[in-house]
């Protein structure tokens, strides 16, 4: 007794002595965090200068996307790159004042912390980029490493440098999804499915172990298209066939076998790279802009250039409002990223009531999401342009399923040759897990006075709420291509003919008579104008303001480099951890899979009825 007394006081005592490490550590981060906060608030921010013949370092990081998150000091604080984004504005914006500002000799693109744009915003970037150049200034791309997305961009310089070990594959687009039928099947799990339309693909991974024909026809039609208008544009770029961009892209291994395996070598040889050169080499290069003055010496930061560069707009009478619907459609109040049928509609009826707003562009970047919430959006559209305020819709990346739903009954409808369109269809998704319980040998059981009373997950589906749910969806169905075809005017058969969940770009939604016009945000602008009948105006984006707390940190983000700092702090504390998760393939595998789940979990609809374009979200991946 005496002994297990020892050995337990022994344990006791590692016990409180790792308790007492866990506090202190814990207090010493806290503390430090203290300091680094008081001593950024402390110091006074510099006055930013724009050197004469400087060099705009245009350098975006995270996704492109229309607006940014609102990141938190705990993001920051764990490194949590997932919120690190660019709002498209800003690299436009660069471009607009660099093209006019004598203090500016050149742009210089650095674009390796790019990691997600869609194919309508790199087009968009790209004519920036043209017009940028007709200024006769000069523009430069260089990196270690150029993904697809990051050449794109970087094909629109009058030169682009590479590093001798560095590498360029032209993938195309594409890629996999996960099926989980069979897996639900070995737990026990029926996925009751209730849908309307050939090709509503987002519910297939929990029925099928593969993607059915249909879908599969109509995604490859998508991105052929894509990947020719990709071709096209760096071909046109860099001054060669398309053909040859096709051959690097499909024949790369027999490029690099031809090449030694050396990766930078045939990107120069098939002249889709100017020159390698080492650190030092591209200092020389970019000294020689501008009379020869030390590059580093002369370079900004895009981040700081805006902020000595832009304008104060003073408000006016007559404005345009420009609202954004980012991201998936859910119920009630959802932060920037997503959207909640109550935060927009808030939004949107703020600008009913503004007498300056004389109409609205909806700049919408979204697969869907909730029908239920979709609809109401919609609804207080309408009663926007009851109010007299025209409505005009702009289609960023994507505006697909619920994204099209809420767009549908716009005055008009702008979208970008790439954009992603389309997917009218909506379908529902139950799983009971009736068999599961049964392998562990629980049963459900009880009495009821309807077919519906004992209706649950653990009991299993009858046939007859099976057919209200599918009732139910086909009713849905009919409202979807009913209100697409009031919004507009067309056939009910000739909307259901482009619907059935199928997706296209913007290119063949206006054959369809689905979009009105392709052009940008700023085209969108131009005609909400005209539909008003206004000429001297100012537009400006009507949006959620920030929380005392928000604000606070995003006025130490944007003014203090706060989120360098903590992210340094972040990193060395997660960073242990971080590499443990990621060396083991079974974790990576399971975050893959919850995270394509969690789309759906994490979406509500009263109704259970769900208009999503999932195809939408794994492309632009």
Not at 50 to 75: F, M, R, T, W, Y
């Amino acid at each position: 007794m005496s002994e297990r007394s020892v050995i337990g006081q022994i344990f006791h005592f590692i016990g409180r002595s790792i308790d007492m490490v866990r506090v202190f550590l814990g207090r010493i981060i806290f503390l430090l965090v203290v300091i680094l906060l008081l001593s950024l608030l402390m110091r006074s921010p510099a006055q930013i200068q724009v050197p004469d013949n400087s060099l705009v370092v245009l350098a975006p990081k995270g996704a492109i996307v229309e607006q940014s998150n609102v990141l938190s000091v705990s993001d920051l604080l764990l490194a949590n790159d997932e919120f690190v984004d660019t709002p498209i504005r800003d690299v436009l914006d660069t471009l607009m004042y660099a093209a006019e500002d004598e203090r500016v000799q050149g742009v210089v693109l650095e674009l390796e912390e790019l990691t997600s744009i869609s194919s309508a915003n790199m087009e968009r970037i790209g004519r920036a980029l043209d017009d940028y150049k007709s200024s006769g200034k000069a523009l430069v791309a260089h990196g270690q490493f150029f993904t697809q997305a990051q050449y794109y961009l970087a094909s629109y310089a009058d030169s682009i440098y590479m590093h001798p070990m560095g590498q360029l594959m032209l993938p195309g687009f594409g890629g996999s999804q996960l099926f989980f039928s069979e897996l639900l099947e070995n737990l026990g799990v029926t996925m009751h499915i209730f849908r309307v339309g050939t090709h509503k693909a987002a519910v297939e991974p929990f029925m099928l172990n593969a993607m059915s024909e249909e879908s599969r026809q109509n995604n490859q039609q998508l991105i052929d298209e894509l990947w020719q208008r990709y071709t096209n544009q760096i071909a046109r770029n860099r001054g060669l066939a398309v053909e040859q961009i096709q051959e690097y892209a499909q024949n790369y291994a027999q490029l690099l076998v031809a090449a030694n395996g050396d990766t930078s070598r045939v990107a120069v040889e098939q002249r889709l790279i100017d020159e390698l050169v080492t650190p030092t080499q591209l200092e020389l290069r970019l000294s020689s802009i501008g009379g020869g003055a030390k590059a580093s010496s002369r370079s900004i930061a895009y981040e700081q250039y805006l902020a000595a560069s832009v304008a104060i707009n003073l408000p006016s009478q007559t404005e345009i409002g420009v609202i954004v619907a980012q991201g998936a459609i859910n119920m009630g109040e959802q932060a920037r990223g997503a959207v909640g049928s109550d935060s927009l509609n808030r939004l949107i009826a703020q600008a009913r009531n503004d007498s300056s707003i004389k109409a609205v562009v909806l700049r919408v970047d979204s697969p869907g999401g909730s029908a239920f919430a979709s609809e109401l959006i919609r609804q207080e559209l309408v009663e926007l342009q009851r109010a007299g305020k025209p409505v005009v819709v702009s289609m960023g990346g994507m505006a697909a399923s619920g994204g099209y739903w809420i767009s549908a009954t716009a005055d008009e409808i702008w979208a970008s040759p790439t954009t992603i369109t389309g997917s009218i269809g909506i379908f529902s998704m139950i799983p009971t897990f009736e068999n599961t319980m049964e392998k562990i040998g629980v049963y459900a059981d009880g009495v009821g006075t309807t077919p519906y009373s004992r209706a649950d997950v653990l009991s299993g589906m009858n046939s007859e709420l099976a057919t209200v749910l599918q009732a139910s969806i086909e009713q849905q169905y009919r409202n979807f291509l009913q209100l697409v075809a009031d919004g507009r005017n067309l056939q009910v058969d000739a909307v259901d003919a482009v619907a059935q969940g199928q997706v296209w770009t913007g290119t063949q939604a206006m054959a369809f008579g689905l979009v009105d016009n392709l052009g940008d945000l700023d085209d969108a602008i131009l005609a909400a104008a005209r539909l008003a009948e206004i000429d001297n105006y100012t537009w400006r984006y009507i949006e959620e303001p920030l929380s005392p707390g928000e604000q606070f940190a995003q006025e130490m983000i944007d003014n203090f480099s706060l989120q360098a700092s903590l992210k340094t702090l972040g990193a060395s504390m997660m960073g242990p951890m971080e590499r443990v998760l990621s060396d083991n393939s079974n974790v990576r595998v399971l975050q893959d899979t919850l995270h394509q789940a969690s789309r759906f979990l994490n979406i509500k609809d009263p109704r259970n009825n769900f208009a999503v374009c999932e195809f939408c979200v794994s492309l632009l991946q």
